[in-house]
């Protein structure tokens, strides 16, 4: 129960209410002193007869004008009203104490992290946004400010404000401290934004969890801080160009030009003009013309698909990777950049130079590092981390709740070629998206041809790992499939003419029973 007592503001008519309490026994839950000369009791139920005589004990109170029964302490009404506020914002709201450990979180930041409540409580924030250094921002100046953060590979608003509270000499002493998530599309606000205090600049929106994508995402951060040509190879969709932008802007060259151009979408003749320019009064342009090596001077420039360049072209690039120069169509000096070449291919450029359809020359050139981007059947394990990426970016933009998915879906999913890799996944999750009716996505809404179902073998291995463990999760499932048929150990040994010991203790290792 809550009981109201008004009262003069005497000393000791505090005690004596407490005192009355004790006398009976009574358990004091709580206590909260109003400034308007009220104080609220919060206790145990009582049966009937024992509160109405505590109620006519507490009148005879000198000093106590009145008291009743109410349902909510005031802090206890404050904090609902508050905490129904923040349930109901649509942006992500945590708070943390000054440990950075997360005492409250929203709805919208469990939905945002994937987490139910009792996971996220008592969390270092660190292990929701591991970009944000706590420690760091609690030895700085404690300010408020805003920066662009990356989450699950969608770009967010960061806000941070501190709260402060006074203490009994009116000083203002941080208490804890709010963190307001918006997704950056949505966000307004005046104030400017800080550069993140560590992030990768461009790699934390590559998403995955497969062995191979840590191995690639690990190796090309650690090529961009080199100056070397870098070559990229991978099919169609593996995110080539997204990746060697992610290289500039983590190298040295940042701040500088990063431009792309494909070498099989123009003739000759345009593309060298693009990428050297070419003098005053040539093709009747009085002022002449820049070309890209000119413009990213500094920075970076992507050759997107070098392995369809024409052998004019390949003689004047080999000629730039020589020392640095060229000279623009129609002059005869010759100019010096500083630009790092990025290249990629989804041909096997090594062959196409064996066979003569590129230059070897240009080729060793470009083959100084190297990375492999590994096409996404070879990595299913990311299946499920691009699904969630791509359907919470495409619900978000078609103004829709993002969808639950089918137990079976990623499954299904993974059991695919995508030859169009992660822009065909991406395409696919956007089209059925659109045609979802009841909240819930199912394989059914990706309609996907029927030769794209891979039969049993070895494009349904799980790839990840060792050879070893790659061997024995094939050897398990050939084991389990043959069981059904030879339900024992010895039929199964018989079989498989191998020894009732080995496919006994095989069967064990594996954990395959009859059912």
């Given amino acids: 129960m809550r009981l109201e007592v008004f009262c003069e503001d005497r000393l000791g008519l505090t005690r004596e209410l407490l005192d009355i309490l004790a006398s009976r026994n009574i358990d004091l839950r709580g206590i909260e002193i109003d400034v308007s000369g ?65 005492d409250m979180a929203n709805y919208a930041a469990l939905s945002l992290f994937g987490k ?81 205090l560590s992030h990768d600049l461009g790699f934390e929106h590559f998403v995955g969890v497969s062995n191979r994508h840590k191995q690639l995402i690990n190796q090309a951060k650690k090529l961009s801080l080199l100056e070397q040509p870098l070559l990229i190879e991978g099919e169609t969709g593996t995110g080539k160009e997204m990746l060697a932008r992610a290289c500039h802007n983590r190298s040295e060259r940042a701040a500088f030009p990063f431009l792309v151009l494909s070498c099989a979408s123009m003739p000759d003749d345009v593309a060298e003009t693009e990428l050297f320019g070419h003098a005053p009064g040539t093709f009747n342009h009085q002022s002449g013309h820049k070309g890209i090596f000119e413009l990213a001077d500094g920075g970076t420039i992507f050759l997107d698909e070098i392995g369809e360049m024409s052998p004019h072209l390949q003689i004047k690039l080999l000629r730039f990777l020589q020392d640095g120069t060229f000279r623009r169509v129609g002059e005869e000096h010759e100019q010096h950049v500083d630009v790092r070449i990025i290249a990629s291919t989804r041909h096997n450029l090594a062959g196409l130079a064996e066979s003569g359809q590129f230059r070897e020359d240009l080729f060793y050139r470009l083959n100084v590092l190297t990375i492999g981007i590994p096409p996404l059947r070879e990595r299913p394990a990311d299946i499920q981390p691009l699904l969630e990426l791509f359907a919470t970016k495409h619900a978000r933009q078609m103004g829709m709740k993002k969808p639950q998915f089918d137990d079976d879906i990623v499954d299904k999913l993974s059991h695919c070629p995508w030859p169009g890799n992660m822009r065909q996944l991406e395409n696919v999750v956007l089209r059925a998206l659109t045609e979802i009716q009841d909240g819930v996505l199912s394989i059914e809404h990706f309609h996907l041809p029927k030769a794209e179902k891979i039969p049993d073998g070895v494009s349904q291995l799980n790839l990840e790992g060792s050879l070893d463990e790659i061997m024995s999760d094939y050897e398990a499932k050939v084991l389990a499939k043959l069981f059904q048929s030879f339900p024992s150990s010895r039929k199964l040994a018989k079989r498989l003419s191998v020894s009732h010991t080995s496919i006994a203790n095989k069967l064990r290792d594996y954990q395959i029973r009859k059912n």
């Fill in 38 to 102: 009220i104080i609220y009791l919060n206790c145990p139920d009582i049966d009937f007869e024992t509160f109405s005589e505590l109620m006519a004990q507490i009148r005879m109170i000198s000093g106590v004008k009145d008291v009743r029964k109410v349902q909510f302490m005031p802090i206890e009404r404050h904090n609902t009203e508050l905490i129904s506020l923040l349930n109901n914002l649509p942006d992500a709201v945590l708070s943390i104490d000054m440990k950075g450990t997360i």
């Fill in 116 to 196: 139910q409540k009792q996971d996220v409580i008592g969390l270092p924030i660190t292990g929701l946004i591991p970009s944000f250094n706590f420690a760091r921002w609690l030895e700085g100046n404690k300010a408020r400010y805003r920066e662009e953060i990356v989450l699950n590979g969608l770009d967010y608003i960061f806000e941070m404000m501190p709260v402060h509270i006074r203490n009994d000499l009116s000083e203002s002493v941080l208490a804890s401290t709010m963190i307001i998530l918006r997704v950056k599309d949505h966000a307004s606000s005046g104030m400017p934004l800080q550069l993140p």
